[in-house]
């Protein structure tokens, strides 16, 4: 069975085609800026080779002709028809308190994403034009998965989700912590018992996913109990052009002082603080990581907020789920930052962490393996993510579902 694994933004196609046999990557590759006069496509032909052609695209149906084109014609096609895809999987981020599950979408699922728009505007919309330039592609006969981002998290409890605001605003607007990056830490926990040889039921993890965004999560006996990304993905730690988590004072001020619209004070905190903000010079971890080893002081400091932070979210989520078995590393950052990790851990002593400082600089770059001393109270892993197998996966069992 192969399954085409589907990420739409507002401009963008992502996509992976998986075959499900093996569970092998035979293509995959982005459409990008849809839409405008510059828009294109690239795909890898060989682990270390990509081509980008520059085609107009107006829209994602256009976008979605191309993908169809560049996997079935020329020299790099991987398959002779589009008939042997059978089934779409698409990752949507906002799925509220409607879908706590991957589901098989009908007109009614596309109506609840859309209902759902104010909570992720930049996202849904851009989901639901996927979805149906995909269905207008494939025909209606062939099924179509949704794969919500914040479906891992709809286990935490009350307490971890309501926010101390008036209650009315939670019932009225749905107002509560959601939790991103759902894929990724379902997938990272299940690999990390996987792993350890253990049931993920019997253990207690908390898995990290660095990147350019960023949430840390706290997974008890299979479940999330909590998550710092909360009603947006604003929420947390510092991440590279988001601010994570201030007081909500400092945004009024800002704003009274600045004489800032909303829209201005969201693009503030959305785009131009976190590590940008802090070090004045880039949101990528590599630039920043360079120039911190230059001396930049700037740098330097977003850094160490970043592994505060990270130290800081560990601790609190040990707490709350009264212990810890394992931590993982995850994401852009997490499976490349080694200082990073190193500096985390370092301050984890007091759970019994210890960690292998020359076997944690060889796990980069894909590398999966445990960075922990054998005599470490707590196991600590460096886990690379796979959010497109696990839509992949949700998709074939949903469509294996059908059959029966």
Do not use: W
Request: net charge negative; hydrophobic share 40%.
């Amino acid at each position: 069975m192969k399954i085409l694994v589907i990420n739409a933004g507002s401009s963008s196609l992502k996509y992976q085609l998986i075959d499900m046999t093996d569970e092998k990557v035979i293509a995959k590759g982005i459409c990008e800026r849809v839409g405008s006069d510059d828009s294109s496509i690239s795909f890898n032909v060989t682990e270390n080779e990509k081509i980008k052609l520059k085609v107009p695209m107006a829209d994602h149906t256009a976008a979605f002709a191309e993908v169809k084109k560049v996997l079935t014609e020329g020299e790099h096609k991987v398959i002779d028809d589009i008939s042997e895809i059978a089934a779409v999987g698409h990752r949507v981020v906002q799925g509220g308190s409607l879908y706590n599950k991957s589901v098989l979408i009908d007109d009614e699922v596309i109506a609840g994403i859309r209902s759902l728009c104010d909570l992720a505007p930049l996202h849904n919309p851009a989901h639901i034009q996927g979805i149906q330039a995909s269905i207008e592609l494939f025909g209606k006969d062939v099924p179509q998965v949704a794969v919500f981002d914040n479906a891992f998290h709809s286990t935490m409890p009350p307490e971890a989700y309501i926010f101390p605001i008036p209650y009315e605003y939670y019932t009225k607007y749905q107002i509560r912590r959601y939790g991103f990056h759902g894929t990724s830490h379902r997938f990272v926990s299940a690999r990390c018992a996987e792993v350890m040889g253990k049931n993920v039921e019997d253990l207690k993890i908390i898995t990290c996913h660095l990147g350019n965004g960023s949430s840390i999560t706290a997974v008890k006996n299979g479940k999330v109990i909590d998550t710092t990304m909360g009603f947006t993905p604003l929420d947390g730690e510092i991440m590279g052009t988001r601010s994570g988590s201030v007081d909500p004072s400092v945004i009024l001020y800002v704003m009274e002082k600045e004489g800032l619209s909303v829209k201005e004070m969201d693009t503030l905190l959305n785009k131009k603080s976190g590590v940008l903000g802090i070090s004045g010079l880039s949101s990528d971890d590599r630039d920043v990581k360079t120039a911190a080893a230059n001396g930049d002081k700037r740098c330097q400091l977003a850094r160490r907020i970043q592994m505060y932070e990270i130290k800081k979210y560990i601790g609190a989520f040990t707490a709350a789920m009264d212990g810890v078995d394992a931590i993982v590393f995850t994401g852009g950052i997490g499976e490349n930052a080694d200082d990073m990790r190193a500096a985390a851990c370092r301050g984890l002593t007091y759970l019994g962490v210890k960690i292998n400082e020359e076997v944690n600089k060889t796990l980069i770059k894909g590398a999966e393996g445990e960075i922990s001393t054998p005599d470490s109270k707590v196991k600590v892993f460096v886990l690379p993510t796979n959010e497109e197998l696990v839509i992949a996966r949700d998709t074939r069992d949903i469509v294996n579902s059908l059959k029966k």
